[in-house]
């Protein structure tokens, strides 16, 4: 089955540790993004890329880096600079210049220790 | 910049009518979704419009008003498993930017 996938389902994160979140999609999607929700509230866009080996940044990217070296792959990292992660993310992908919709993962809950 | 309002949140009763309204302002629209989302759960596509006018999708219809950059989620024929948030979100300019708006909580009433 084609899908997206995020991994771990749960993280806990130490003081001054960086973390990595999987996004893995087999959909073939050219467009990928990542958002942050905060209990109650909307989805926040962190990065977002288009094609392999380029991203943007979107509204709250400060504190989180990507990669996007295969098409599959978009992996986030929560750097030590974030100093409030805790948050569901949510990995999406879809494909570019169509009228198609936005997959979701079944996100990540990030705590911290 | 973008911004997209939608009501923080709604009560309505088994059985009825809803209308959830979302505006928004964006450069660049290329299209409107709304998503289901119940409490720690990835959110689910309901709809997406392109063009105006009124898609209608079982009990779900949705409405987009391009020059006025408003669109609205119907809900008929609430059933108590509608009980969730829902969210509008814009795709807009040539990198197909998707920002969301802090999305709408309904409580549906028995």
């Known amino acids: 089955d084609g899908g997206i996938t995020q991994s771990p389902k749960y993280l806990f994160r130490k003081e001054g540790q ?4 999987s996004c893995e999609q087999n959909l073939n999607h050219d467009a990928m993004y990542w958002y942050r929700q905060d209990p109650g509230q ?3 866009l962190i990065y977002y890329s288009q094609i392999v080996n380029d991203f943007q940044k979107g509204d709250i990217a400060e504190g989180y880096s990507v990669s996007r ?3 599959e792959s978009f992996p986030l990292t ?3 600079a974030q100093k409030n992660p805790t948050a569901f993310y949510l990995c999406a992908s879809s494909q570019t210049a169509t009228n198609e919709k936005l997959f ?7 705590s911290v220790l | 910049g973008q911004n997209i309002d939608q009501p923080t949140e709604m009560t309505a009763t088994e ?6 309204n979302c505006t928004y302002q964006t450069s660049g629209f290329n299209g409107l979704f709304w998503y289901q989302q119940h409490a720690g759960e990835a959110p689910t596509f ?7 006018g009124l898609e209608e999708k079982g009990r779900f219809s949705s409405f987009l008003s391009r020059s006025k950059g408003y669109s609205y989620l119907l809900l008929k024929e609430l059933q108590m498993k509608d009980s969730a948030s829902y969210l509008c979100a814009v795709r807009e300019g040539r990198d197909d930017k998707i920002i969301f708006g802090k999305g709408t909580r309904l409580h549906i009433l028995p």
């Open chain 1, 42 to 44: 909307g989805l926040r």
């Open chain 1, 78 to 80: 929560v750097t030590s």
């Open chain 1, 69 to 71: 070296e295969k098409k």
């Open chain 2, 46 to 52: 309901l709809s997406y419009n392109v063009l105006d």
């Open chain 1, 18 to 21: 960086n973390v990595t979140l």
């Open chain 1, 104 to 110: 979701f993962g079944s996100g990540t809950q990030l």
């Open chain 2, 15 to 20: 059985g009825a009518i809803v209308q959830i």
